[in-house]
């Protein structure tokens, strides 16, 4: 089957499966490995931050330059950004300053290191962003702001000890970017934000709190649970998602801490493991179309399953359970 | 070895909430680990919250509370104890 919209089923057949839930487990493994990047994509993206890296460095010694979201986490689709950050060694927050911003953004456009390069000084977090004349990546740089390390961090560890929290939020993040909800500052949901509330479903659920079941066995089950929670059941208004020290997920109500209460009540509520009485996704105002989609996409599966579940193999032949949610829009890989 | 279980929620398909090939069990049935000495499950006694209202100690298709999500939740969902491994219950 050739598709354009669903590449990922070419060659991956599994029509034949008795549980339409396994046929959905497959091809979500099947999806993450076709945009997965290549041995070449990874070299190219760690070839583009040394290179900058270097350059920074060079310019500036007593500098430190790290990077964090999805690419330092390794939950990044084709074509995402590279965040980056340049940090004074003693933390003295020396290059947070607009000196600092210009003379290295006419650095890069000097030493044709990027195309496009804009400088953001008025923003809350001042950057610089810029195309990698290599690879075509969008690149940011920030200053001075450790908390996206220190989230980094936190995600690495996460994936380490959940099974299944990298596929999952892989699938969710595709799904939510097709629909341009997953930018902050048009109300979407975060990266980071989407990793909190697929590993809090993940380690709630009642399967996977008793460990009766292996999660990289149920995806397909466990992805339509998530969309039927978040799409159909969670309670906004009153229940917020919370991490305790050891990064143990439990709820919370928003009745309890002053920092959770909006006029508006119908808004997600995620707790910063790293500060109780921060609201993660503060930003995400438009709840109301996230919610829908979660509950359209619980809807359009569950919708497939059933159709298939009674169809022919005839019938079933290349069809795709997983492509009425996700589409693949780019380049074909 | 793998068991597969079929989750036990509706007991008769012909009731008033969803048709035979509308039927939740189509989709929700988990391939399930065997539990033997070296694999026990373990009761989730710090994990059990509920969805609705917050609390701990059940899950949110029990809540008593008055519902808050506008959306209704006809068939039930993974967030029950009935979905807790039937040694568990
Ligand atoms: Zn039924
Ligand atoms: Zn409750």
Known sequence: NNNPRYPWIRNNDHSKQIEISDWLTMEIKDFIKYISPSAEEIQARNNTVGRLRECITGMWPDAEVHCFGSFATDLYLPGSDIDMVVVSKARNNKYDNRSSLYQLSSYIRNNKLGINVETIAKAKVPIIKFVDPATKIHIDISFERTNGIKAAELIISWIKDTPGLRELVLIVKQFLAVRRLNVVHTGGLGGFATICLVRSFLKLHPRMATRSIDPLENLGVLLIEFFELYGYNFGYDNTVVAFDEDGDPYYVSKNSNAAFQNRNPFTLAIQDPHDKNNNISRGTFNLRDIKRAFGGAFELLVNKCYDMNQATYKERLGQSVLGDIIKYKGKQR | ?89
């Open chain 2, 1 to 89: 070895c793998k068991q597969r279980r079929k989750f036990n929620f509706c007991t008769d398909c012909n009731s008033k909430t969803h048709s035979a090939d509308r039927c939740p069990n189509i989709w929700r049935s988990y391939i399930t680990l065997p539990q033997n000495k070296a694999h026990k499950f373990k009761y989730p006694a710090d994990l059990i919250y509920c969805y609705n209202c917050a609390e701990r100690g059940h899950y949110g298709d029990e809540c008593l509370q008055q519902r808050v999500s506008k959306t209704p939740n006809i068939n039930g969902s993974a967030f029950t104890g009935e979905n807790l491994p039937r040694e568990l219950r």
